[in-house]
Nanobody
Framework: QVVPSGGGLVQPGGSLRLSCRGS????????IAWFRQTPGKEHEAISC????????KYVDSVKGRFTISRDNAKDSVYLQMNSLTPEDTGRYYC?????????????????WGQGTQVTVAS
């Protein structure tokens, strides 16, 4: 199980750091992906990090602004989000995926958990 946190209200151009905390002894065996959902839209995969941090992936809309990292000693993955825009507003979720992030953009869940809300507005 993984649980995201760290969302909030931030002005355009600001930054936020999301955290995803895992539980259980197998956290370091999984890639971790971040998804974002905006009202009326499907969950969109935005970033993924492989189990050993050897590979990171980003969708074009966040490249150069978001950085994903992980600390397996703390069972945690982080998403540093800079230069935020109103289009980044949404509820963010983290999901355990294939260890190498293979096919992460196509991952779907019947239950995504609570997520953490990010609102970018002035």
């Amino acid at each position: 199980q993984v649980v995201p946190s760290g969302g909030g209200l931030v002005q355009p151009g600001g930054s936020l750091r999301l955290s995803c905390r895992g539980s259980g002894s197998t956290f370091d065996g999984y890639g971790i992906a971040w998804f974002r959902q905006t009202p009326g839209k499907e969950h969109e995969a935005i970033s993924c990090i492989s189990s050993n941090s050897g590979s990171t992936k980003y969708v074009d809309s966040v490249k150069g602004r978001f950085t994903i990292s992980r600390d397996n000693a703390k069972d945690s993955v982080y998403l540093q989000m800079n230069s935020l825009t109103p289009e980044d507003t949404g509820r963010y979720y983290c999901v355990a995926v294939d260890y190498g992030c293979l096919g992460y953009v196509n991952v779907r869940r019947t239950s995504w958990g609570q997520g953490t809300q990010v609102t970018v507005a002035s």
